[in-house]
């Protein structure tokens, strides 16, 4: 069935350095890729997403790549800040729809 | 705008029991998803509305698990009688029918449920 790996499941920076979580799916019909953001005791929220038809798309210090042919994507967040300390979820929508989400990655950024 | 509100935000009950969740969605949106996320693990699909209408409810676990969205408005998951691996957050989000099928999901806050 339709299935996400999301890794690693821990992440630990330095306040200023770069962090990366990657996922892989497996539905080849998937053409959507967001990624949310869930602070403690907080409702997840979308921080940014990635059509099947784009390879790359940047925000300010968050980017996303996507790699269609290996089925890989990532999340690139740079500078990072105490604030960015929180669980990230990928997930993809494949053929059936519904979005499909990874087991989260908890990112702590350490001042 | 009001986001999506879920109720309650903690509910601790015994095995056998019955407990209901209620999710609000925003105003107007169509489409009405529960999720449960079991600790460390990810955020497994329940099923999805559309309107009043049960769109996919593959991920539903049992024929323990009722989940009913009467006039298209709220909706409400009933867990009879509740089983230990029950417990996990259950979360509904919703989105809007222009989204589509690469529309932003709008999450609540989550109902925890611990079965002892």
């Known amino acids: 069935g339709e299935n996400v790996e999301q890794h690693p499941s821990t992440l630990s920076v330095q306040e200023g350095d770069s962090a990366v979580i990657k996922c892989t799916y497996s539905?080849?019909?998937?053409?959507?890729f967001p990624w949310y953001k869930q602070e403690l005791g907080k409702r997840p929220q979308l921080i940014i997403d990635?059509?099947?038809?784009?390879g790359e798309k940047k925000d300010q210090r968050i980017a996303v790549t996507l790699n269609k042919t290996a089925k890989h994507f990532s999340l690139h967040i740079t500078e990072t800040q105490p604030e960015d300390s929180a669980v990230y979820f990928c997930?993809?929508?494949?053929?059936?729809?519904?979005?499909?989400f990874g087991q989260g990655t908890e990112l702590s950024v350490k001042p | 705008e009001a986001g999506v509100t879920q109720f309650p935000s903690h509910s601790v009950i015994e095995k056998g029991q019955t407990v209901t969740l209620r999710c609000d969605p925003i105003?107007?949106?169509?489409?009405l998803y529960w999720y449960r996320r079991v600790m460390g693990k990810e955020i497994k699909f329940l099923l999805h509305?559309?309107?009043?209408?049960?769109?996919?409810e593959s991920g539903m676990p049992n024929n323990r698990f009722l989940a009913e969205r009467t006039g298209g408005t709220y909706s409400t998951l009933k867990v009879q009688p509740a089983e230990l691996e029950d417990s996990g957050v259950y979360f509904c989000?919703?989105?809007?029918?222009?989204?589509?099928?690469?529309?932003?999901?709008?999450f609540g806050e989550g109902s925890r449920l611990t079965v002892l």
């Open positions: 989000a919703s989105s809007s029918r222009t989204s589509g099928n690469t529309g932003e999901l709008f």
């Open positions: 539905d080849s019909a998937s053409n959507y």
């Open positions: 990635i059509r099947s038809n784009v």
């Open positions: 997930a993809a929508r494949g053929g059936g729809g519904k979005l499909i």
């Open positions: 105003s107007g949106h169509d489409n």
């Open positions: 509305f559309v309107k009043e209408s049960k769109q996919d």
